[in-house]
């Protein structure tokens, strides 16, 4: 059971001017590309894209969700029981190296292996995704990682408290 106290926080949080307004996206291309201006002719932009895609050395979800379980020190099935996955799912991942996780999928593993909140970033990135200041349901799932909630039954609680929809996933 979620303490009251830090319900009453988290809404308080929602409900503050902090996550009012727009996000500028202006240059945000141009930084990802790592250039400070573009050019307008759609040739040169992809080039570009492509260029920074072939240079880049991250690790896809399924290498860093991997790596972190190994330095969890706890096995695989510890990890996607504790995350809600099937085995079947969690062997197709496994296998399939294009795999494409959905989001909550990717927040159940980062629930389960425990991460603090740069691991937590890095391994929703590497599947193609972000936490949204301006999205309450992962406002909420920063909270709870930032508080140690850790449960996933505890973090849906949290998530039902506030009118959202609970983690689920399919495969």
């Known amino acids: 059971m979620i303490p009251t106290q830090l319900l009453s926080e988290l809404k308080s949080l929602l409900n503050s001017s902090m996550l009012k307004g727009s996000f500028p996206l202006g240059g945000l291309l141009g930084k990802m590309l790592g250039c400070k201006g573009l050019s307008n002719r759609a040739d040169d932009i992809s080039e570009m894209i492509l260029a920074k895609i072939n240079a880049s050395n991250e690790k896809s979800f399924r290498e860093l969700l991997f790596e972190f379980i190994d330095q969890s020190g706890r096995t695989d099935p510890d990890i996607y029981k504790r995350a809600g996955c099937s085995r079947q799912l969690f062997h197709k991942i496994k296998n ?7 989001k909550d999928l990717v927040m159940s593993f980062c629930l389960a292996l425990k991460l603090q909140k740069s691991d937590v970033e890095r391994l929703l990135q590497s599947a193609g995704y972000a936490l949204s200041k301006s ?10 990682i930032d508080k140690g909630i850790y449960d996933i039954m505890e973090v849906n609680e949290v998530f039902e408290s506030i009118g959202k929809k609970p983690l689920r ?3």
């Open 135 to 144: 999205d309450h349901r992962d406002v909420a799932f920063a909270f709870c």
């Open 96 to 102: 399939q190296e294009n795999y494409h996780a959905s």
């Open 169 to 171: 996933y399919t495969d």
